[in-house]
């Protein structure tokens, strides 16, 4: 934090405040009788802490002008809520309760949350904003005190501005001392996560940063990445959830997700949940998914919450536990979890390599360009179509933009053999050996010279059925081979292989159908990245999509079918020796 010597009064001060400051600056000598006067003016208990704080102002009064000092203020997940939003989460957070005596604020910035709720919510009995940036403790005080020196008539409560650590700050106590008062607990806690923090070595993080407890591993990888937002926001659960009220965050969809999430072990005593999906771009300018989450306090634990537009109120769905899974759409997966199972097919990520540069290449005028723009010179054996998310739009495909080089047939293969099959390859290959030594990924350490990763025989399934795992879309392709060739998926796709065209095809129309595409949507949370991923699709059931669907409606998408193809398609899925059809 910072030394008590730095000058916290960078900030916009407005006209009013800087004139009520320059009427009294005498007061400003002694810091007690100041602060009376500013208790008596706005309520704010200990407006300045000791002396040095009021001389400060009182010396910067005279050359005071309104510029604002740029600093980098990533680690603290700054994202300032502008005053009409402030006020409409007050408004619609009023609307669901409206006897609000109580406002805590845990991370309150410049205070807007504050202000707004003071024009809105009629007796108040008490405020409590704690901020970690001086500077913003400032602009809250002096924008209460003008919110005050316009609306003296008003009743004021009693206020307390605390610059503090919100980790550090004693909640359970405040909780304690406030429970029999009705609260809103609203905010805006910071929008960053703990490994964004560690890559700007920044100690903005709880002392028992491992809050989920999160053990080895997923502490370690992503599972045990948290954001500020949601230990913020637990924790003020935790604390309050036993207050008569209402809890109303603005925080990331991911956020929200979580505590649902979680609230089956959890079970704090919140419920009528609302997620109201905001616009931060034009609220925040900043590309994320965020909601305004409003919860009842003291309320029987609930799983579900519904989730609405902001601006208009329009539901968009009801999300959370149903039927023992987390889903994101409750009707739908109510009308289509049927096929909540196990894939029988094994669905697989596509080739990766991290070394496009050398190991994609272009076919231009008959020769191969690679990505360094050089042309190359390769037997023909060892090259395959490589077809990439972006190419996986269509129903059908075959055509590749790209190719690449298939140097094993499965992982940790030997690749000796290249250099006596196939001379040019390996003269190109070895050439830039270099990119190949540069590849960083531990799954390359002691493999054989140019391994590949994600690569099986299942990769030379001629007929594929295959998805993006980058977009949102749950549409599927199939994949036919291009001369008699497979064509390969990257890394950013996954699919199942066949050996024969038919059978890809019903599996196709079969993951393609109503119920199958409403089950995707129901499990699938479209904000959540990668959310279409190998643990989804392995849900699918085919046994059941199959008897969900029947031949003549599959004769409608696959013309050339027959009875007997499809009736053997059946068979093979409810057969135990199925795991053995898909090509592992
Ligand atoms: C997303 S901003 C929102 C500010 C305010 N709640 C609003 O809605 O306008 C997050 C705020 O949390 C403050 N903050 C960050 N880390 C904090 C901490 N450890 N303790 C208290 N406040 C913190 C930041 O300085 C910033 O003002």
Redesign the pocket.
């Known amino acids: 934090m910072e030394s008590e010597n730095d000058n916290h009064f960078d900030i916009p001060i407005n006209v009013r405040v800087l004139e009520f400051f320059r009427k009294n600056i005498n007061s400003l000598s002694d810091y007690l009788s100041v602060n009376d006067l500013l208790k008596n003016q706005c309520g704010i208990n200990n407006f300045f802490n000791n002396q040095e704080e009021a001389s400060q102002l009182s010396r910067i009064l005279d050359e005071y002008d309104d510029k604002f000092l740029q600093i980098d203020?990533r680690e603290?997940?700054?994202?300032?809520?502008n005053l009409a939003l402030?006020d409409q989460a007050v408004d619609y957070s009023y609307s669901k309760f409206s006897d609000i005596e109580f406002v805590l604020?845990?991370?309150?910035?410049?205070g807007?949350?504050i202000i707004a709720a003071l024009g809105k919510i009629e007796n108040l009995k008490k405020v409590v904003g704690?901020?970690?940036?001086k500077p913003?403790v400032w602009e809250t005080k002096f924008g209460i005190l003008d919110f005050f020196l316009r609306n003296g008539s008003k009743v004021k409560p009693d206020i307390d501005i605390f610059h503090?650590?919100?980790?550090e700050f004693d909640y359970e106590e405040l909780a304690k001392s406030s429970k029999d008062l009705k609260t809103l607990i609203i905010?805006?806690?910071?929008?960053v996560t703990n490994s964004e923090l560690g890559s700007i070595d920044s100690i903005?993080l709880p002392t028992k940063s491992n809050f989920k407890k999160y053990r080895g591993l997923d502490a370690i990888t992503g599972k045990g990445n948290f954001d500020?937002g949601e230990y913020i926001s637990i924790h003020m659960l935790r604390c309050f959830h036993r207050h008569t009220g209402i809890f109303a965050f603005?925080i990331k969809n991911s956020v929200i997700k979580n505590i649902l999430q979680d609230q089956r072990l959890n079970k704090y005593f919140i419920g009528n949940s609302e997620s109201l999906k905001i616009d931060s771009k034009k609220e925040f300018n900043v590309s994320v998914s965020a909601s305004l989450f409003i919860s009842e306090l003291n309320h029987k634990p609930e799983l579900v919450c519904e989730e609405k537009d902001f601006y208009t109120s329009q539901s968009i769905t009801e999300f959370g536990w149903y039927k023992d899974k987390f889903v994101y759409s409750i009707k739908d997966y109510d009308a289509s979890s049927s096929i909540d199972g196990r894939s029988i097919f094994t669905w697989r990520s596509g080739v990766k390599h991290d070394c496009s540069k050398v190991m994609e290449l272009k076919q231009v005028n008959g020769h191969y360009l690679n990505g360094l723009k050089e042309k190359v010179n390769l037997e023909e054996n060892l090259v395959y179509g490589l077809l990439k998310s972006s190419d996986l739009k269509q129903e059908e495909a075959n055509e590749y933009r790209k190719q690449t080089i298939i140097t094993q047939r499965k992982i940790g293969q030997e690749t000796a053999y290249i250099k006596t099959n196939y001379p040019l390859t390996y003269r190109y290959l070895s050439s830039n050996k270099k990119y190949f030594t540069k590849r960083k990924s531990s799954i390359y350490k002691n493999k054989p010279e140019f391994s590949i990763f994600g690569i099986g025989e299942y990769s030379f399934a001629p007929f594929k059925v295959g998805i993006s795992g980058l977009y949102k879309s749950t549409h599927f392709t199939l994949v036919r081979p291009h001369n008699s060739k497979p064509v390969m998926l990257d890394d950013t796709c996954y699919f199942i292989g066949f050996s024969n065209l038919i059978d890809a095809q019903i599996a196709h129309f079969l993951v393609n159908s109503e119920i199958v595409q409403k089950f995707l949507k129901s499990i699938i949370f479209s904000d959540s990245k990668r959310s279409i991923n190998k643990d989804t699709l392995m849900r699918i059931d085919f046994g059941k999509a199959y008897e969900k669907s029947s031949f003549e409606i599959a004769k409608n998408s696959i013309s050339d079918l027959s009875v007997q193809e499809w009736n053997k398609f059946g068979q093979i899925i409810k057969s135990k020796e199925s795991f053995q059809y898909s090509l592992m």
């Open positions: 203020r603290f997940g700054d994202f300032q809520t402030a604020e845990p991370t309150c910035g410049k807007n949350f704690v901020e970690i940036y913003y503090a650590n919100a980790f905010g805006n806690p910071p929008w903005n500020i603005l």
